[in-house]
Structures are given as C-alpha cells and as structure tokens.
Nanobody
Framework: VQLQASGGGLVQAGGSLRLSCATS????????MGWFRQAPGKEREFVAA????????FYADSAKGRFTISRDNAKNTVYLQMNSAKPEDTAVYYC????????????????WGQGTLVTVSS
C-alpha cells in the first residue's frame, strides 16, 4: 500500500488544520491507520490511531481534546483534524498503516507516507 499525506502548512496558534492521508494499492479498511509527527531535532512520536472501521481511536496525551482522527474508507482516506494548534505542534506529520490495533510504536506500523510539514506560529 502507498500512503500520501497532504494538508500541511502554516497556521497561527489557536487555529485549525486538517491533514489527509490517501492510500492506494490496497483498501484503507485493511489497515489500522496512525498519525505520527517529528519535530526538528526530536524523535518521531505517536499522535493518534484509528481502527479498521474508524470505530475505535486513541491519542497521545498531547493530542487528546484537540486532535481528531477519522477515516473515510470509501475514499481510502484518513484525516487528522488539528484544533487549538500550539507552537509545539510544529512538526512533519506522517501517516502510517499497520495490521495490529493499539500500537503506539513506530516499528509496529508497516507502511509510511512521505510526511507533510505543519508550522504553528505564535
């Protein structure tokens, strides 16, 4: 499966942005989908994940209450709605696909997109 993330850009603190991740090669419903991010000089970290149907989701503490992961399997697309953005959210955001639910570790995801840069200005 191939993943293509998009939607990054510049947003002011307190603003909103929606990231998209389009899958191809195999239907999105075959995978658990996750979002990760990597800030400059830091390791890549887990942000959010969605179960195959989208009925189950879980988040990193930093994302709870502000970010929402969702998916439209008919469109083979997963989204990350970012609200109340903070400067510390500035990072390259990556979508990833895996086969096991409940995973926060990078190595548990098998496929990765190329990343989209989100910059939050203060």
């Amino acid at each position: 499966v191939q993943l293509q993330a998009s939607g990054g850009g510049l947003v002011q603190a307190g603003g909103s942005l929606r990231l998209s991740c389009a899958t191809s090669g195999r239907t999105a419903s075959s995978y658990v989908m996750g979002w990760f991010r990597q800030a400059p000089g830091k390791e890549r970290e887990f942000v959010a994940a969605s179960s195959w149907s989208g009925g189950g989701t879980f988040y990193a503490d930093s994302a709870k209450g502000r970010f929402t992961i969702s998916r439209d399997n008919a469109k083979n697309t997963v989204y990350l709605q970012m609200n109340s953005a903070k400067p510390e959210d500035t990072a390259v955001y990556y979508c990833a696909a895996g086969s096991r639910w409940g995973q926060r570790s990078l190595e548990k995801y098998d496929y990765w997109g190329q990343g989209t840069l989100v910059t939050v200005s203060s």
